[in-house]
């Protein structure tokens, strides 16, 4: 409220005055809900919430939990019957397989969920009465619950149903399912917290459904809850407890164990009991066969029982517990005024006609007692619930579009017979969620602009949204892994966004644009009705490439292995591995690289050539040597890996070829050439001590980056100055990594060329033949003494000595200084290059154990580079422009 005139103190206190008795007089009849309680009257027709006189808990009506059902009154004769009066209305489905509610909660906590039922002919239909099977089913979450089962019962009976949970997100789903025998519906609904440390052996993957809970002594109450209860469990009275049950009571306090309080039962609880007259010895009482229990006999259960001593004069007291007379908890006494709970922690008892028994023991002084009970089934939580972004999106995109559709509710995915019709989602990986692949809203009649949403989904490969009326642009984001998007027959216009034409035409999306008005701007096949080109063009396709087939058959019979490039392209090999980088066919590599003119280097894997793709863009064509290919069958695992690794220090794979002769990897163009060019190359332009320390830090964050960024890490086991490639801003990016292990693996184990380089070698590696990070560390040792002295990792002159042991040497006899890069003209900082020196020493220890990380690395390197020149200096050079 906002008072805007401005007033005296006296009436200012008067209004805060009124106020404040107004809000007592407020809490006092709306009372208050304790956190986390979730109560919902269904059917309630009332927008107002209304507090439950006897409890004093406002509840509220479903509508905003629940989308489709209909809202009705139990029948007047059954409405004084009740127990409460939540039961007098009810939300019944008599659309859609599946129905539910979805109730806010806090991830990973645990919840008790009561559902009631209570029919009262609202339907005039005598359901319950008419010999036919009534039956609906309810599932918490994503997997089944239990059977609600009214046949030939009482109309005014009401069944309850309870679930002890852990909530997978922040909300709890519950759904009623329409088994085809009685429209399911509901009477009320409850979510109320727990402890976490409440019933242990619940989790993630096991949930447990009440069976029973039972409390002893002279109790009024048919059901004791909520206050007396916190958690608003019900607890029954005992039914029989007449003569020669005894009924004890105490007004001392109940407490649980100081270490132990797993089951919380209240005091008020605790502090009754039933025991026998004392001229008796056992007493025993069934778990219920109820009428809702289902018929099972092989049903399991888990009991627990409370006991404590409330005889203040502390009796001795002994007895053992039988279930149907085998012994389960021996000669046990409880204690002075403190509960103990008996239970098998979290194993289930088969039988659920079970009779206990409570043994008076020898030596006891007097007969068993016992205070409160309580049964549960298990329900395995099993199904995974679809990915939770997939869930959001799916949830963003019916509300964008304001799609009522029945069965669209609940768990897109999961579980798979109850998944949302129009979708196809992916169960393939057992232990992952779901996830959406495929949305056809074809027809759906959407409206507005097409929701970022889809476009968002991470594993969607197909989109169908032809036959709407879709308007604006088509929104200008990443795609993820989209293969398919239909927007044919929409009232789209404008532009293209550049990176949806770039995968059409790079034949990555299979776009549909036909009727809709942008087409009449542009004239791309994606605009053109595919379907009828599609059938006219299939039968000269297949003669052509029967053709083409013959063709080289015939050519490679009489040329053999002659070397000829064009052959290659015609062995273009479907991908089996979803790679989202372009992949190119051998014709575009020989477009590009102008017929494989220009050669920038010769590497391991073979020879690089330059090339400009379409756009202007240079690139650097790798093409794999033709003996490396052979056996290579790691190679696109290996691209696939590679085109996920996203570092500013890592070279950016652009796109791949993979014919059966030909294997090459396209990267962005280093203008600058590789680190040992720059630092041996005999132009005259040298690097200066700021851009190595730089070169030498954006280096190791590139290692880092595939050392702990990446799971499993990966191993460069190539790190040499040739590999570290310099880009226009003389950042230093790292090339060749990876490949190494798809070759090296494919080929012998002894291989010279993958395993690294002579001078660059892990001298453990020799030993051990086992490439780890430290591998990497060592080499990367190696580059930080190149880039210090200008030397070569084995200088020859006057005899062959490995860099560090020259260091060594120099370091012994002279000065530290004498080992600095002449070039450098001694402009250095002299106390880093201490540190800097230390630091490549220490990378080459001998013993792997010794190198530090390259996150220590990287940490080390921070620290020796001059503060003043954190920001990259511009370089006055100009670039290299041949190599
Ligand atoms: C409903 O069923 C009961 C028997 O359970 C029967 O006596 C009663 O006449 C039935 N009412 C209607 C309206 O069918
Ligand atoms: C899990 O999903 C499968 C397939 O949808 C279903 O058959 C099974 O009953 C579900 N399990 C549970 C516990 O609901
Ligand atoms: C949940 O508890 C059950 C039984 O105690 C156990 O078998 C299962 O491994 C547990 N699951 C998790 C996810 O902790
Ligand atoms: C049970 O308690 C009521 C009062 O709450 C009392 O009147 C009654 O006698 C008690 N019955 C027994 C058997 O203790
Ligand atoms: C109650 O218990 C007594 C003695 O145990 C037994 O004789 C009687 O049949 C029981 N009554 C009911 C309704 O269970
Ligand atoms: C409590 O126990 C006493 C006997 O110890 C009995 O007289 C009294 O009725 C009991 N009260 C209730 C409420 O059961
Ligand atoms: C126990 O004692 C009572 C009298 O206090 C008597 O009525 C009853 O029959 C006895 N029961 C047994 C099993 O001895
Ligand atoms: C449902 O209850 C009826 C009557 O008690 C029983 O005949 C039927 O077997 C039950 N069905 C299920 C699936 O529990
Ligand atoms: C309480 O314990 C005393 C001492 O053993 C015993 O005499 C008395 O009968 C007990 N009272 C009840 C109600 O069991
Ligand atoms: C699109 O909207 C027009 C009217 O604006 C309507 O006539 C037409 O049926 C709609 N098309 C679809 C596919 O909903």
Redesign the pocket.
């Known amino acids: 409220m906002v008072i805007s005139f401005s007033c005296s103190a006296t009436t200012k206190l008067t209004w805060t005055l009124a106020l404040l008795l107004i809000l007592v007089t407020m809490i006092q009849v709306h009372g208050q809900s304790p956190p986390g309680f979730v109560s919902i009257d269904c059917g309630w027709i009332n927008s107002n919430t209304y507090t439950d006189n006897a409890l004093g808990i406002p509840y509220s009506s479903d509508g905003e939990f629940v989308d489709g059902g209909l809202n009705h009154e139990i029948l007047p004769e059954f409405m004084d019957g009740v127990g409460n009066d939540q039961q007098k209305t009810l939300r019944s489905f008599p659309d859609g397989s599946r129905n539910c509610y979805t109730l806010p909660s806090t991830i990973s906590k645990k919840y008790l969920l009561r559902a009631m039922f209570t029919y009262g002919n609202y339907d005039r239909l005598n359901k319950t009465g008419d010999m036919s099977l009534f039956l609906f089913g309810l599932h918490i979450g994503v997997n089944f619950w239990e059977a609600v089962n009214l046949t030939n019962q009482d109309p005014s009976t009401t069944v309850l149903k309870e679930v002890l949970t852990i909530a997978p997100s922040n909300s709890v789903s519950f759904c009623l399912i329409n088994f085809g025998s009685g429209i399911p519906f509901i009477s009320s609904l409850e979510l109320r917290p727990l402890q976490d440390t409440m019933y242990p052996f619940v989790n993630s993957s096991l949930s447990v459904s009440y069976f029973q809970r039972i409390r002893f002594g002279n109790v009024t109450d048919l059901i004791t809850r909520y206050p007396m209860d916190p958690y608003d469990r019900f607890w029954f009275r005992i039914v029989n407890n007449s003569y020669?049950w005894i009924s004890l009571n105490t007004s001392s306090i109940v407490k649980s164990p100081p270490d132990n309080d797993a089951f919380s039962v209240p005091s008020g609880i605790l502090q009754k009991a039933s025991t026998l007259?004392t001229?008796?010895s056992f007493m025993t009482f069934a778990m219920a066969q109820g009428r809702n229990l289902g018929t099972n006999s092989l049903q399991l259960f888990l009991p627990i029982f409370h006991f404590a001593e409330i005889n203040m004069s502390n009796p001795n007291r002994r007895f053992s517990i039988y279930i149907n007379d085998v012994l389960v908890f021996s000669d046990f006494s409880p204690s002075l005024l403190q509960v103990e709970s008996k239970y098998y922690s979290g194993q289930f008892k088969q039988n659920a006609s079970a009779s206990i028994s409570l043994r008076k023991t020898d030596g006891s002084s007097l007969p068993p007692l016992i205070n409160a009970f309580e049964v549960y089934s298990p329900v395995r939580m099993e199904n995974l619930t679809t990915d939770s972004n997939d869930v959001n999106y799916m949830k963003q995109i019916k509300t964008h579009y304001n799609l009522a559709r029945i069965g669209w509710n609940g768990d897109p995915c999961s579980p798979s017979e109850y998944s949302w019709e129009d979708l196809t989602c992916d169960y393939s990986k057992s232990n992952q969620n779901p996830r959406i692949v495929a949305i056809n809203l074809s027809n759906s009649g959407l409206i507005g602009g097409i929701a970022i949403s889809f476009i968002n989904m991470a594993s969607l490969v197909n989109l169908d949204l032809s036959h709407n009326n879709l308007t604006g642009a088509i929104p200008d984001y990443q795609l993820n892994s989209l293969k398919v998007l239909n927007l044919s027959n929409n009232q789209l216009n404008g532009p293209i966004p550049g990176y949806i034409l770039q995968r059409s035409n790079a034949g990555l999306l299979d776009l549909r644009l036909e009727g809709n008005p942008l087409c009449s701007e542009v004239k791309g096949a994606y605009c053109s009705n595919k379907k009828n080109t599609l059938t006219a063009v299939i039968v000269p396709v297949v003669l052509v490439s029967i053709v083409v087939v013959i063709c080289i058959l015939w050519k490679f019979c009489w040329k053999g292995k002659s070397g000829d490039h064009e052959d290659y392209a015609m062995y273009e090999e479907e991908t089996p591995l979803h790679i989202d980088i372009r992949r190119f066919t051998y014709a575009e590599l020989k477009l590009i690289t102008n017929e494989f003119q220009s050669i920038i280097g010769k590497g391991g894997f073979g020879i690089v050539y330059h090339g400009i793709l379409k756009n202007g863009n240079e690139v650097a064509v790798k093409v794999l040597m033709e003996t490396s290919i052979a056996e290579s069958t790691d190679f696109l695992p290996e691209v696939q890996t590679l085109s996920k690794v996203h570092h500013k220090n890592l070279v950016t794979l652009e796109g791949y070829c993979q014919n059966k002769k030909c294997l090459a990897l396209v990267y962005d163009f280093m203008p600058r050439g590789n680190l040992q060019q720059q630092l041996r190359g005999g132009h005259d332009y040298s690097l200066n001590w700021e851009q190595r320390l730089h070169i030498a830090l954006d280096a190791a964050q590139g290692l880092e980056y595939l050392h702990e960024s990446c799971t499993p890490s990966i191993v460069h086991r190539d790190v040499k100055t040739p590999n570290i490639l310099l880009d226009e801003n003389l950042v230093g990016i790292i090339s060749d990594f990876g490949l190494s292990r798809a070759f090296n693996d494919a080929h012998t184990h002894i291989s010279t060329v993958a395993a690294g380089t002579l001078g660059y070698l892990d001298p453990e590696y020799h030993a051990t033949f086992q490439l780890t990070v430290k591998t990497d560390v060592y080499s990367f040792g190696i580059v930080l003494l190149e880039i210090i002295t200008g030397q070569p990792p084995v200088c020859m002159d006057p005899q062959t000595v490995h860099l560090p042991n020259w260091v060594r040497q120099k370091i012994a006899k002279g000065s530290i200084h004498d080992i600095v890069d002449k070039r450098l003209l001694d402009q250095y900082d002299a106390i880093a290059l201490q540190g800097v020196v230390d630091l490549a020493m220490n990378c080459v220890e001998n013993a792997a154990i010794h190198r530090p990380t390259m996150t220590e690395v990287v940490a080390r390197l921070k620290v020796l580079l001059p503060a003043v020149s954190s920001e990259k200096q511009s370089v006055s050079a100009p670039p290299q422009s041949t190599y």
């Open positions: 020669p007259d001229n008796y």
